[in-house]
């Protein structure tokens, strides 16, 4: 599977951005979808997870209200709308795959891994 994400970039604290991750090499709809971050000198942290029909979505509680995760299983795509952005959301973003249906909040549980966005809020 190789995912490939976009929408990085540059933005002011309040600002949104939309990450999307679009895969190939496996039926979309059997992969459960997840994003990671990482910031510089942290370690990976898990941000929202999606399931295989995209009737469960999962986020960690600093990002409850703010990101929005959501999947078109007709164009293999996943996405993350990130609004009202802050400082602290300034990290590598990555897009992960699995195709198992549990514990979407620990980053073992995935196999594919895209290469990462860079997202930088500024104050």
């Known amino acids: 599977v190789l995912l490939l994400e976009s929408g990085g970039g540059l933005v002011q604290a309040g600002g949104s951005l939309r990450l999307s991750c679009a895969a190939s090499?496996?039926?979309?709809?059997?992969?459960?979808m997840g994003w990671f971050r990482q910031a510089p000198g942290k370690e990976r942290e898990f941000v929202a997870a999606?399931?295989?029909?995209?009737?469960?979505?999962y986020y960690t509680d600093s990002v409850k209200g703010q990101f929005t995760i959501s999947r078109d299983n007709a164009k293999n795509t996943v996405d993350l709308q990130m609004n009202s952005l802050k400082p602290e959301d300034t990290a590598v973003y990555y897009c992960?795959?699995?195709?198992?249906?549990?514990?979407?909040?620990?980053?073992?549980?995935?196999?594919?891994w895209g290469q990462g966005t860079q997202v930088t809020v500024s104050s």
């Open positions: 992960a795959a699995t195709g198992r249906v549990g514990g979407l909040s620990r980053a073992p549980t995935y196999d594919y």
């Open positions: 090499g496996r039926t979309f709809s059997s992969l459960a």
């Open positions: 999606i399931n295989r029909g995209g009737t469960l979505k």
